[in-house]
């Protein structure tokens, strides 16, 4: 599941083909058609709420429920347009917004070998270049 922020109100959504599906809505017509649920809006927005933050705190019981809003509208097909958003006409958005996120990866060193090239006492030798890295904090780079 490729989870994005879209819209104006920067719903979660799940990016499914050339489709965002509105995963707050789709888990709350879901409860509302499968389950009967009288109060399903209010339920979805406890159990899948439109914001990532909240739907991260909730953790894995949260995504199972997602993955029952996508099956639900895979298995709906049409009169889902308030959920169901062609990608293309949806603006996506950052998923932190108005945050940095601390990137770092085990390739970090093969990188800096291209910006250390000229660094005297560099030979290019990637575990030379992950101790000298390490030695001087650097570990991996903000965004």
């Not at 979660?12 to 109060?39: M, P």
């Amino acid at each position: 599941m490729k989870i994005v922020l879209f819209g104006p109100e920067k719903r979660i959504g799940a990016w499914q083909g050339d489709k965002v599906i509105d995963l707050n809505r789709a888990f709350a017509s879901y409860l509302r058609e499968q389950r009967g649920d009288a109060n399903a809006q209010a339920h979805a927005d406890e159990r899948v709420p439109a914001a990532l933050e909240n739907l991260i705190a909730l953790g894995a019981a949260a995504l199972e429920d997602a993955d029952r809003a996508i099956q639900h509208v895979a298995e709906s097909g049409a009169g889902l347009a308030a959920i169901v958003h062609d990608v293309n006409g949806v603006k996506l958005h950052a998923p932190w917004p108005e945050r940095r996120i601390a990137c770092v990866g085990g390739n970090y060193a093969a990188h800096l070998a291209g910006m250390w090239a000229g660094r005297p006492g560099v030979t290019g030798d990637l575990a030379q270049i992950t101790r000298m890295a390490r030695e001087e904090g650097q570990w991996g780079f903000w965004k």
